[in-house]
């Protein structure tokens, strides 16, 4: 079978895959405008890039789609991957290195690191209270694996934690377990949100104008899902306004961020380029997951693949 990895260590992944697995043919796509030239051979794909449409519209032989990735949205949402497509994700390896990207950022934003490193920059030597995690309200917008491990992690820094997911279950780091429905409510108490949940029409532009003026001024919004979760002028607007202290963000749209775009100038926003389920040891973090689907794959298994997407 004919099988394209794609990603900035494709060549990693194409050696270890080919060695495993002879039968495969492996071709390595480290750059993703060499994409298209596989289209009509490709029958499996394992991707950390997106795949432009017409790539799918062409490949009349593919069969599977191996994300890379924990949300498929991006390969969901092309119009002409055919329905008979399995579609499969490393969904549930990302909870370390996101759950550290999460505290990273607040406490970033907690001790106005960015202009930390201004003042070095320029030899100044400056000084002001930090903001403490200690004791504070923290709310994790999606318990899912990512979520559990923040709360875990916030239990550590001694703060109260807020879940909010639509399957209520008893988790031992969340104090208090809500559903969706209750974050404009609860909003007001909170010192940190957290967002964590996939790009669905439920959770599109939840941090609306209408949660963000409910938030304190003092409080902290910090996005490391999906960009769609964010109303970028409503945010821009409580930024500039003062109705929230500041903000990170690790998913954006577009992305990338084009020059100009006004997130960029907007005061007390701090911007990373999506990395946060980035790590130095992905490949060992993934390549458990696709070894073992591809051994069911070419077993002749299709819906009991690990992180089938039912579409």
Not at 20 to 28: E, I, M, S
Not at 141 to 151: C, D, N, Q, T
Not at 172 to 179: E, I, M, N, R, T
Request: glycine share 6%.
């Amino acid at each position: 079978m004919y099988l394209v990895v794609t990603g900035p260590e494709a060549e990693d992944y194409k050696k270890e895959l080919a060695s495993k697995f002879p039968q495969l043919a492996v071709h390595a796509v480290s750059k993703e405008a060499d994409i298209p030239q596989h289209a009509d051979k490709v029958e499996i794909f394992v991707t950390l890039y997106r795949i432009p449409d017409e790539v799918y519209k062409r490949a009349v032989n593919l069969k599977w789609v191996q994300a890379l990735t924990t949300g498929v949205n991006y390969v969901l949402d092309r119009p002409s991957l055919r329905k008979e497509v399995v579609v499969t994700s490393c969904r549930g390896i990302h909870g370390p290195q996101m759950s550290e990207m999460a505290f990273l950022l607040m406490l970033a934003l907690n001790r106005n690191f960015p202009q930390v490193v201004r003042n070095q920059e320029q030899e100044i030597w400056g000084k002001w209270p930090g903001k403490l995690l200690y004791q504070k309200k923290l709310g994790v917008f999606g318990v899912g694996v990512i979520g559990e491990e923040i709360a875990k992690k916030a239990k550590v820094f001694g703060m109260t934690v807020y879940g909010f997911d639509i399957v209520k279950r008893d988790v031992k780091s969340v104090d208090h377990f809500l559903g969706p429905e209750d974050l404009p409510r609860v909003a007001k108490d909170l010192d940190y949100l957290v967002l964590v949940a996939p790009a669905t029409s439920d959770t599109n532009k939840v941090a609306n104008s209408k949660l963000l003026s409910s938030m304190k001024p003092t409080a902290f919004l910090i996005n490391i899902a999906r960009g769609e979760l964010v109303d970028n002028d409503a945010l821009i607007q409580a930024l500039e306004s003062g109705k929230i202290a500041g903000a990170a963000l690790d998913a954006l749209v577009p992305e990338p961020l084009p020059k100009g775009h006004p997130l960029w100038k907007t005061k007390n926003v701090i911007i990373t380029p999506h990395v946060g389920g980035m790590s130095d040891i992905y490949m060992e973090q993934v390549m458990p997951i696709v070894q073992e689907n591809l051994r069911r794959f070419l077993q002749g298994e299709r819906r009991n693949l690990i992180n089938y997407i039912d579409r």
